[in-house]
């Protein structure tokens, strides 16, 4: 594009930041976060026919009829389930982009996607291809990594390593970052969907008890932590007595 044409054009637009997440999906524009929401769309299972996306579907998690059922589109990182991201993430934009009164509002945004390190192009493919659909004018995308750096205002343009370690709801990416680039790095498949397995087959075990996937989440972000912690928490949970 022209950059006189692009220049006007992005005085009439807002530029969006999308983490497209395994677990929730954050996007920026302007100053700060706008949407953070998490990843799930609810559908009918037969016709495919969305029913909720966002904080709207997570709250229908395991209270659902067997005709509805409800798809994480995103998979460590990456889009699983082409059709159903797009409709999440055309929701999304919209949400910000519309006119008041409704419609889409014109010039249509540029979107920026954040990506793990080691993608393949198919993989980076589909993600520019699910932006453009969902109304973006232009597309671009970045390794997790360095998007991380840059909101932590690292020195990413220096000739001095910083090490980053981003922990997401699918993958973990790992990276050192020097010059502008990306030295070495490293995604892994593990993340915070693991951890809440792992407590989900551990009271399961212990205590003989069901948890939903959201009861499992919220045990991790209550009584979770990073660091020792001095005293233990505690916290009353409810499942399917097994």
């Known amino acids: 594009m022209i950059p006189v044409v692009d220049h006007i054009l992005g005085r009439f637009s807002q530029d969006l930041g999308v983490d497209l997440g395994t677990v929730n999906t954050l996007v920026y524009a302007g100053k700060g976060i706008v949407i953070r929401e998490p990843s799930i769309v609810a559908q009918h299972k037969k016709t495919k026919k969305i029913l909720a996306i966002g904080t709207e579907a997570k709250k229908m998690l395991g209270k659902t009829p067997a005709a509805i059922i409800t798809v994480r589109p995103m998979k460590e990182g990456v889009i699983s389930d082409y059709d159903t991201t797009l409709s999440m993430l055309s929701h999304f934009v919209r949400k910000i982009h519309k006119k008041p009164g409704g419609g889409f509002l014109l010039p249509r945004p540029r ?132």
């Open 111 to 242: 979107i920026i996607i954040g990506v793990p390190t080691n993608v393949t192009e198919v993989e980076r493919r589909a993600l520019l291809d699910v932006a453009l659909a969902a109304g973006a004018r232009e597309a671009y995308l970045i390794e997790e990594p360095m998007a991380a750096a840059i909101g932590a205002n690292l020195p990413v343009t220096e000739p001095v390593g910083s090490m980053v370690v981003d922990i997401g709801g699918g993958t973990c990416e790992i990276a050192v970052i020097s010059l502008s680039g990306i030295v070495c790095g490293r995604s892994l498949k593990i993340g915070g969907d693991v951890m809440d397995a792992d407590i989900t087959a551990y009271v399961r075990s212990r205590w003989g008890l069901a948890l939903g996937e959201k009861t499992a989440e919220d045990l991790k972000i209550t009584l979770g932590s990073a660091y020792l912690s001095e005293g233990e928490k505690e916290m009353v949970v409810r499942g399917l007595d097994l």
